[in-house]
């Protein structure tokens, strides 16, 4: 079945550095946009940043720009997405998912992990 598993989340002090990754099984990669969400308590879901499968085409959130960088390795089914110069907004619960269609919209998104907890506080 289709799985998407989050991990590298937790505590870092503004001004630091986070590398999330998205491990998927379950369906060929390749054919698939993964994107990359946070929910901070009491706010919307929002798209962070989304991947295309081949040609790996690139769409960024306006408030992440400059700081965050997505990449994938189709070969290893993982999507990576580096977090550079976090700010405490940035601290939110980060979710992958999976997409025919190259958006920061979520309900674009089928299949989705269960999430991984990034805090950036000092």
């Known amino acids: 079945q289709v799985q998407l598993v989050e991990s590298g989340g937790g505590l870092v002090q503004p001004g630091g550095s986070l590398r999330l990754s998205c491990a998927a099984s379950?369906?060929?990669?390749?054919?698939?946009?993964i994107g990359w969400f946070r929910q901070a308590p009491g706010k919307q879901r929002e798209g962070v940043s989304c991947?295309?499968?081949?040609?790996?085409?690139?769409n960024y959130a306006d408030s992440v720009k400059g700081r965050f960088t997505i990449s994938r390795d189709n070969a290893e089914k993982m999507v990576y997405l580096q977090m550079n110069s976090l700010k405490p907004e940035d601290t939110a619960v980060y979710y992958c998912?999976?997409?025919?269609?190259?958006?920061?919209?979520?309900?674009?998104?089928?299949?989705w992990g269960q999430g991984t907890q990034v805090t950036v506080s000092s």
């Open positions: 998912a999976r997409s025919r269609v190259r958006s920061l919209a979520p309900n674009f998104y089928d299949y």
């Open positions: 379950g369906f060929t990669m390749d054919y698939y946009v």
């Open positions: 991947i295309s499968g081949s040609a790996g085409s690139t």
